[in-house]
T-cell receptor, first 117, second 110 residues
Framework: GAVVSQHPSRVICKSGTSVKIECRSL??????MFWYRQFPKQSLMLMAT?????????EQGVEKDKFLINHASLTLSTLTVTSAHPEDSSFYIC?????????????FGPGTRLTVL | QKEVEQDPGPLSVPEGAIVSLNCTYS??????FMWYRQYSRKGPELLMY????GNKEDGRFTAQVDKSSKYISLFIRDSQPSDSATYLC??????????FGAGTTVTVRA
């Protein structure tokens, strides 16, 4: 149980285009989802917390107009990188908090590697 | 100073050796402590979870938390080549927001 999927797994786009990444909880309802980015050989940096039916909460330094997050249902959250630039190239990972009896655990998706040319 | 400090390694050990990993932290509000394993280009996988201080054992894995020293450890006994991965410590104050260490890259040589 507690499977989280992400789509696409890899995307290459041209500078200036927008890219949408989907995060789905497959076998549980996720009241809260999180979006992280990870640069090579570095740890995960939390970008935003997404609660179903409400606006996302962004971490300091993360541009909310550039990284649009939508959490329209209990099983789906999307991250749209708008007007992507090469410096946005990174590994984006989502996680979901469900109804696990283990408090404060998150289940992670497999990640999406974004390359902006 | 980072909230969670973890030596990135890399750490290379022969098969069968004990792998010892650790993290230190500064936030005394942290009460939930986790270890995640991340294979290359994959998402992190929850390995061990501990609440407050103490030890927890699961098969070849042992997690230890010493809140008085703000120090947590993960031990892997009888290490296997399949244990080669990056190990991330993570912790939370109970608000579901995780603070991660930098991750330690481990290679177990056959």
């Amino acid at each position: 149980g507690a499977v989280v999927s992400q789509h696409p797994s890899r995307v290459i786009c041209k500078s200036g285009t927008s890219v949408k990444i989907e995060c789905r909880s497959l076998d549980f309802q996720a009241t809260t989802m999180f979006w992280y980015r990870q640069f090579p050989k570095q740890s995960l940096m939390l970008m935003a917390t997404s609660n179903e039916g409400s606006k996302a909460t962004y971490e300091q330094g993360v541009e909310k107009d550039k990284f649009l997050i939508n959490h329209a249902s209990l099983t789906l959250s999307t991250l749209t990188v708008t007007s992507a630039h090469p410096e946005d190239s990174s590994f984006y990972i989502c996680s979901a908090r469900g109804d696990s009896k283990i408090a404060d655990t998150q289940y992670f998706g497999p990640g999406t590697r974004l390359t902006v040319l | 100073q980072k909230e969670v400090e973890q030596d990135p390694g890399p750490l290379s050990v022969p098969e069968g050796a004990i792998v010892s990993l650790n993290c230190t932290y500064s936030n005394s509000a942290f009460q939930y402590f986790m270890w995640y394993r991340q294979y290359s280009r994959k998402g992190p996988e929850l390995l061990m979870y501990t609440y407050s201080s103490g030890n927890k054992e699961d098969g070849r894995f042992t997690a230890q938390v010493d809140k008085s020293s703000k120090y947590i450890s993960l031990f892997i006994r009888d290490s296997q080549p399949s244990d080669s991965a990056t190990y991330l410590c993570a912790m939370s104050a109970g608000d579901y927001k995780l603070s991660f260490g930098a991750g330690t890259t481990v290679t177990v040589r056959a």
